[in-house]
Structure formats: C-alpha cells, structure tokens
C-alpha cells in the first residue's frame, strides 16, 4: 500500500495472526553431536506441542528419529529439559507418557530400559566403559517429597539401578570426564534455588562404579555453580559467581583458576536441566555466550591466555541451550530481533554461516515487524531498570494526528528470568495491530549481575511491581504510550506481577493472567518439590511470615482491584493449579468487575497445543478491545465477558 490507511491504534489490520504465531514454527533446542551427525530438539504445536528428536546425517539428510506416539519430554523438576542423549547412533529418551527411558536403536522402534515406575529421569550421560547410562532421577513412588538422586541405570537387559549420589534435595548436570575415572555434578538443598547457591562437586569413580570421596570445588552461600563440563585434557570448566558475576572458571591439578574475569553473565537460571551457555571447541578454545547488560553475544575464548574474542554474528540471541562445538565448528539456535530463531552452523576458520534448519519457514514482511528499542528507566529507590520497547509498527497504517497508542507490559515469568530482544511473533502480533509492547527486565531478572537479581530478595510482588509500574508511566511520560490505555500481562510468576499490579497500584486499566499466581500462601503450600521453598527468598520463610503472604496475594484484597481482567489457564497445571485462577475469577465475578476465565484441558505449565495458543491469544485481544473500545480489524471468537 503506497499511502498507509489512517486507523486507531488497536484496529490496524495484521497478516500476523493468531493462527500464524501458533502453528507457523516450531522451537529448537537440545543440540547433541554425535560424530558427524547433529542432534536436535524440535517442539511442535501443530502436533499437540509434541517435542521429537531430528537428526541431520553427514551427508545433510534431515529426518526425523522420534516415531510417532513418542513425545521427547522430562517431568523432572516440573519444567523438565535435557530428555535425551545420542551415543553411537543410539538415542535416549525419556518419553512423556509414561517418563520412562527409551532406547532407540537406527532404524528400529523405541525399547524401553526403565521399568513401570513412578519414576522420572533427565540429564544423560552415557558411560561406555560400564555399559550403563548415568542420569538424574526423580522418584515418586513415597507419600511425601519426590527424591533426587544421580543413578545409573544398566544397559544389559537387568534392571536394578545403582544410586551413585544421594542426600542433597536437588540434582544436576552428573558429567563424566573423558576417561571416565571422574564424576562431576551438582547439588543445592532447600530453600536455595539451584542460581542461589548450586555447589559443584568432583568425585573418583571406583572400580564398582560409584563415586568415592567428593570433593566440593565451587558453589555454596552467594556462588552459585553452574554448567560443568570436561575438556579432552581432563580440564574441568564450570562457571561460578564469586564475584557477584556469573564467570568461567576451570579446575585442574587440584586448583581452581579464574578464565576471564568481567562483569558479566556467563551464566543462566537453572530452570531447565541441560542448560549450557558455553562448549569445549578443543584444549585451547571454548565457545561461549554472555549477557551484557540484558543483551547476549557469542565468543572465543583463548583459556591458555584468557583472551576474549567477540564473534561478529548476526544474532543477539542464542536461548538456553547454548553451543556445541567439535573442531572448529559450532552449532547453536540464534535469533535476532528480525529474524526467527534458526539452527546455525559457524566455521571457526572462515566464519561462514550455514543454516540447517529453521524455526519458521514463513517468511515475514519486515514492513510488519516492530524492533526493540533498548529503554532504561528510573524506577523506586533510585536505581535503574531495563527493558525492550516495540512501537506500533505496520507499513499499510498509521494512527491518527495526536492519539497515542495502547501499551501492553509485559511481565516476565520466572520470576528469576529475563526478557530478550530476539524475534517474538508473539510480540510482533500486537505491534502489527497498533499496540506498543514494553517488555521489563524488573528487579530480580538475571542478565544484570547478582546484586540486581537480590533487588528481589524478599520484595517479590513490590520491586518487580514497581519496575513495571515505572515503565509504563515512563513511557507515557515520553509519549509513547497513551497513559489511559495502559495494560499488563504476565504468565506464571509474570502472571503473579501482573495481578499485583493491578490490585496494589493504579496504574494499568486491565490485564491478563496467564496461569498467574494470585494466592502466595497457597503456592507455597501446593506447589511441587523444585519450587516449594523458592517464595522463603522471595517473600520470606513460611508460615513463619504467612503475615506477608497474605499482605502480597491479590486474592485477599479484592477490595482494591478494580480493573477488568483475563484468566487462562491450564487444567493439569502442576506448579500453579488451577485454583489460583478459579478463586481469583469467581472473587471478581461476584464483586461485579470485568472478567472472563478461560480454561484448557491437557494443557500444563506452558500452553504447548496450537489450538490452545490460537484461543488464548484472540481471546485476550478481544478482551482488551471490548474493554479499551477499539475496533477489531478482523472478526475473532467473542469470549464470554462476565459483568461487562
């Protein structure tokens, strides 16, 4: 269109559809080398977010290795990650279903090498010498708390499984050195949180197999471990936070030895096993990814000189998976803030770029795609937060003379996690339409050194609120955003800031919860082992402090909560059930405010299925313009709006 078409902000018309952000990609993470095969992860909501492992062979043949009725998924934690390991062509998994572990043979089906259990597995290591697989279980099978240890599991056909490491409350990362004579893990106990206070600890593997006396080298009260991997030499590299900085560190001849020390983030929050942010390319080199400032870049690092070499990549974002590397190669997800998240391969040599597989093969007109704008903000008590900004942003509209446009905060989940500026259709779906998006890196967000992710500590449900708040009224200070118009969503923890925010400050006119949080006291009680003690940092130890809880849950004041609001949420949700938001609706339902409740069946922590990420998304955005008073451009499936 030659002359943009003048439109409200809010009825632009978009190709950016529901049903494209749900069904037009699929993620990828998870990446194994094998030889000079390479292994992926790829999640797929057009096939009821099943995850399959794909493979692409030497000879650059893509297929997929996971048959159908199998579903590539750990339930350890709740949240799950590293579900799979390849060795020798041979892949394993745990399979959803059941959470057993299969053995895949090329070109044969699944075979199970679990028992029927309640039982649940993740984080492989295969250890060739004893033909058994080495691997953090989770049991279930008692009455109280799930029980974490590191086994191993025989690959000969017998069943018994040997508990190698045991009596910590949380598990990770059990690592094999190349010769198999060490067994490196980690470990963190209650209240901590594996970015609280992860310890790393070393072990001789005796002749029976089991690890002899450990040896704790990093980790413990304010130096949270993470990520240890074995070089070829027997090096041990792992990244610690001694210095209030997640930083890489190496452990060799008994000693341990800073690599390069900086100010910032080598580092991520522990969420999802597997989670890497750098490999071992060989003896000399590792490949690593590092957050400066909220922003995420890849380099080389010399670590006989310690000589930190930014690699000049077309990406800003490289996920939680991180690198692989295997000479002078490296393999990693990027994406940048116009383009969706790809399958990468870098030559270290020439730095020649090769695609193997994207996340998206639709293509999408830039003239519809809205770039982050990097805002830094004043916020309570003096200090700065940080956070992406998207203006409205589509070639065939443009608002009116003088209006200004709706803004729509988001409020990240975790909370201990971060927002990023890689391609978000998600985002892209509401800008298109005429909709600012401010996406908050609050006080407790990771990305921003340890000391700002303490601006949390004890403050949940204020800091991360303020941040927000401070946001958008900065925003609408500057003319970015009509103040009037202001708007806040969250899912989980972010659904929880959003609710806060809505009950405590008058600031937003309407929100949308995502499977949020809206009673501490009974998240604390109910939810799983992985998070159970995590609200005693956040909010403070319970019950001893259920004074506070109940000061901070929005639904014991009703009272102040005015604002029209949407609920969504998933009915076999185990980390937030479904209470949280059925209590929360019904409260506002009687109390006569706005509000609709939408549910999911087979739906989780997450909204995985297509047809779950279509409803949702149109739902909410039917919500807002019913309640804001914009037009849609195109017709979607009116919700049921109580009150209203």
Known sequence: MTHPQIAPYGSWRSPITASLVATSGVSLSNIVLDGDDIYWLEGRPAEGGRVVVVRRAADGAIADVTPPGFNVRTRVHEYGGAPYTVDQGIVYFSNFADQRIYRQRPGAAPEPVTPEAPLRYADFEVDRQRNRLIGVREDHSGNGEAINTIVAIPLDGTVEQQVLVEGADFYANPRLSPDGRWLAWLSWNHPNMPWDAAEL?????????????????AGGPDDAA????????GTLYFVAERTGWWNLYRWRNGAVEALCPMEAEFGLPLFVLGARTYAVESADRLVCTYIERGMQKMATLDVQRGMLTSLDLPFSDFGVSGPCAASDRVFFVGASPATPAALVMLDLINGALTTIRHSMEVQIDPGYISMPQVIEFPTKGGVTAFGFYYPPHNRDFRAPDGEKPPLLVRSHGGPTSAASASF?????????????????NYGGSTGFGRAYRQRLDGQWGIVDVDDCCSAAMYLAAQGLADPKRLIITGGSAGGYTALAALAFRNVFKVGASYYGVSDLEALARDTHKFESRYLDRLVGPYPERVDVYRERSPIHHIERLICPVIFLQGLEDKVVPPDQSERMAAALRAKGVPVAYLTFEGEQHGFRKAETIIRALEAELY??????????????????IDNL
């Open 623 to 640: 919500f807002y313009s019913r309640i804001l008073g914009f037009d849609l451009a195109d017709p979607v499936e009116p919700i049921a």
């Open 201 to 217: 600890w070393v072990a001789p593997v005796r002749e029976d197999g089991a690890p002899g006396p450990a040896e704790r080298i």
């Open 424 to 440: 978000n259709l998600r985002i892209q779906f509401w800008t298109s339409r005429g909709i600012a998006v401010m996406d908050v």
């Open 226 to 233: 993470f990520q240890p991997t074995w070089g070829p030499d």
